[in-house]
């Protein structure tokens, strides 16, 4: 193992805070990883981390190095970037919605991987909150408002959304003519995971964007769960018009208050700032927004 070899385990350990995370990341025995570390430490003759038996923090010393690592890999990388025998390599660690994942990314996978044959990909699906550092994630897609400032956003489309309910809810509530009519209705509330309560319906009235709070006996946190209690009549719910549209197509859910649609939802690419955007992440960001730049939302 070399010296930058030694500097990238370096920096996984201190991201995962882990040496056996860092060290499956980087297709290594954890016992190889330890005694690189070791002999970092010997070089350089001060201690990095501090290691106890449930996580590994950096010393004053350890931070210091760590990031004149960041910055040396990151050069390190752009170099070998401008010549055009240096293809994208390594590990790439992405996070999206299962259903984004399934609808928009897995069709043209074969092809990402035909273009770039020196990467490979690890898929993690969900819609939490992720520590990108911590968890030695490079980037997640994600719909909606990013509220972390500590990462870099790249805006990659507009979701257009629907209000939608059942042919069973209509026929026993009526279908409003107006998010003024909306009296007697109530709503699959969908809980957000930023802020634990329900969100609120919105409409758009003009220039204008109103929300309206609606009664109901079921709250979920589930997208496909909210969905699933919309079709069995159980109330009204928004949702992105691409999800809806076998629903649509077969009726067992129908448009309602098209005139007055929400707002649309961003879609967005999220990656750590303290980091070198590598050329593995750089060519999966821009692949990415080519997949979303024609895809029907």
Not at 1 to 29: I, S
Not at 78 to 83: C, I, M, Q
Not at 181 to 196: E, I, K
């Amino acid at each position: 193992m070399d010296r930058l070899d030694r500097m990238r385990l370096f920096v996984r350990v201190v991201e995962r805070r882990n040496f056996t995370a860092a060290a499956a990341d980087l297709g290594l025995p954890r016992s190889t990883a330890t005694e690189a570390i070791q002999q970092l430490e010997e070089h350089l003759g001060t201690r990095l981390l501090d290691r106890t038996t449930r996580h590994v923090a950096t010393t004053l010393d350890g931070q210091a190095y760590y990031e004149r690592c960041l910055f040396i890999l990151g050069e390190v990388e752009d170099a070998e970037a401008g010549f055009r025998s240096a293809e994208p390599r390594g590990l790439l660690r992405i996070d999206a919605h299962p259903l984004i994942t399934q609808r928009f990314l897995l069709p043209e996978l074969p092809a990402f991987l035909e273009r770039y044959p020196e990467i490979g990909l690890h898929i993690g699906q969900g819609d939490r909150l992720v520590d990108l550092v911590r968890e030695g994630v490079d980037c997640v897609i994600r719909a909606g408002e990013p509220q972390d400032s500590g990462m870099i956003m790249r805006r990659l489309a507009m979701i257009s959304e629907i209000t939608c309910a059942s042919p069973s809810y209509l026929k026993r509530h009526g279908m409003p003519a107006s998010p003024e009519a909306l009296d007697g209705h109530q709503a699959v509330g969908f809980v957000s995971s930023r802020t634990g309560e329900v969100l609120p319906l919105e409409f758009t009235i003009g220039s204008t964007v109103r929300q309206v709070t609606l009664p109901g006996r079921l709250r979920v946190n589930n997208s496909d769960t909210a969905v699933a209690l919309a079709r069995l009549g159980l109330g009204l719910l928004q949702a992105p018009r691409y999800r809806l549209e076998k629903d649509l197509t077969e009726g067992t859910l129908v448009e309602v208050l098209g005139d007055f649609p929400p707002t649309p939802t961003p879609l967005s690419a999220l990656y750590a700032q303290n980091r070198q955007l590598a050329p593995r992440l750089r060519v999966f960001l821009e692949w990415a927004s080519g997949i979303f730049a024609k895809a029907k939302l």
